[in-house]
């Protein structure tokens, strides 16, 4: 295997290394603070996707307005899933969420179907975002450079938010314990509410990268993607948002290189992600950048 | 005494619903045995394969619109969404031959989805017909299987021969689905002609694979531009093809790309864009050239409702309805053993893509057309006869 080849192969692996890492921030994020794994986040990327085709191909309307338009609405989408389906279950067993999180995401999809219909939809990419860019034997398309950047940028804002402002202190407070930070006068619903509509701008943005990327929607589209991004972020250690970019960019990687070095091996391209998944949990069950943190009795 | 009326309520209520039930059953059961042979359908109408699913309904329904009676009853299509997956695809044949207890089948695009039905059909004696479900496989060794297209053992020659003649290439790489029956079948057929072409065991450069629903292929091709091929054999699903194909050009490669029928999607043309320009493939037909008066009664029929050009899997949905319509004519009752039989003796058969003569394995034998995308539609390049190959 020559350099170039190697450099481009490199170059494939990072490219989706950092869309899965974008997904996976919104995952970890859900996560973090309400200790939910949000099986519907998968499906909230898809519903962004869907809204910013509708807007340009059906509404005529710019791309980057449509891709506000997709985040704003998603936002509220994801708001109008955590009234729904988690807010009723707020002091109901941890299970029990999980169990109507799995419900919400079959809903979404099956709704999806029938409004959206079974049809794969073209994602039509502007220009920018579909020049080849050639560096020495090395191509590549320019909205891969768009995606770390974006990624670095969200990863950076959402460190600040939660880090150094007193709604970031006021999730942070509830993510440890619901009913101290009540009494410490935090509007708990409002916080919830605020993470979720974060989480979902982040699923809305993940999906207009990946639909750039790959333009190719169908109402399944964000299953496997969901699923890869759920162990990227336990990979990362789940709820650690650095965690989640770093847990994104070894899934990457890992599947490119797979297929690149044991082409035989195509067929488990997938079957890496779990993989990957099962000796992270033997090895080192909170994840590498997790802290492993005594349960609270 | 409260009660007792609580009591009464329900035993009421009991009755009454088993009341209904009876009745309902009792005007179903007329219906099915009077006025009504009903006919099932299983295709993918979501999932990865949802296009191709639903250009082959459309046929149907046309065909059943044209012509809805048989023996004075009434034909009523059952259809039932396999969803793209071959387990689903085998539950919605049961479905139909157990539940729905239909006189025969039409389906299903995709040859796994077929397949998977098989031995369902088989073990219910209830006989299906493919429209465009091309893996050598599907009728093979399945007396209930039969289908009005081509199958891949020609295409994969056709393929070749254009590669060989049409291209001159010497050196060819393979890009498989290969958790698609169809792409393995088919490119084995075409690397098999390849290299009889050629005359050269080394003709096929490389293989690379991927699965159903990746849309990520950048590994794979990077590989693949390394070996320098002449030509790119790709057959596969439309959506998937057409981000390969992105990605191929993307990533710098030039040597044309060819593959089989299941590119003759919309949706090819849509994902691919600029990129899938000059792509050549095999397909069944092309409304350019009509074959029979059928033909041109279903270009009509088509054109007058949905204004826009048919594809070709449609054509053979529309055929395949009319086959089973025929053979339900000579066998002259519903009973899906008799069906069968004249099924079998299909001769000559004037269908909208083609006269269809069914051999031994109940596979119809057919030319096959090559179209290019050009300018962004699909255009007819030229027709290679299934004689003298």
Redesign the interface.
Known sequence: MGMSNFLQQLANGISLGSLYALLAIGYTMVYGILRLINFAHGDIFMVGTYIAFYSMTSFLLPWWLSFLIAMILTCIFGIIVEKAAYKPLRNSPRISVMISAIGASFLIENLAIVLFGGRPKAFPIPDMFNKVVKIGNVSIVSVNFYIPIITGILLLILLYVVNNTKTGMAMRAVSKDYEAARLMGIDVNKIVSFTFGIGSVLAAMGGIMWGLKFPNLVPLMGLMPGLKCFIAAVVGGIGDIRGAVLGGFILGLGEIMIVAFLPSLTGYRDAFAFILLIVILLLKPAGLMGKNLTEKV | MKRKIALLMVLVLVTTTLFIGCSTEANENADNENDVIKIGVFEP????N??GG?MEVEGIKLANELYPEVLGKKVELVIVDNKSDKVEAANAATRLVDKEKVAAIIGSWGSSFSMAAGPIVADAKVSAVGASCTNPLVTKGNDYYFRVCFIDTFQGKVMANYAVNELGAKKAAIIRE??NDYSVGLANFFMNTFKELTGDENAIVGI????T????F???L??IK?LNPDVIFAPGNY?ES??LI?QAR???IDAPILGGDTWEAP?FL??G?KAVEGAVFSTFFTSEVPITKKSEEFLEEYRKRFDKEPASVTALGFDAYLVILDAIKKAGTDDPVKIREALAKTKDFEGAAGVITLDENGDAVKDAVIKQVKDGKFTYLTTIKSKGN
């Not at chain 2, 690379?208 to 699965?211: E, I």
């Not at chain 2, 629903?213 to 990520?216: A, L």
């Open positions: 109408m979501t999932g990865v949802a296009a639903a290969v958790s690379a694979d991927y699965n629903g990746d849309q990520d950048t590994a794979q990077t590989n390394k959506s057409a981000l992105k993307e990533l710098g949706e849509e994902i864009g």
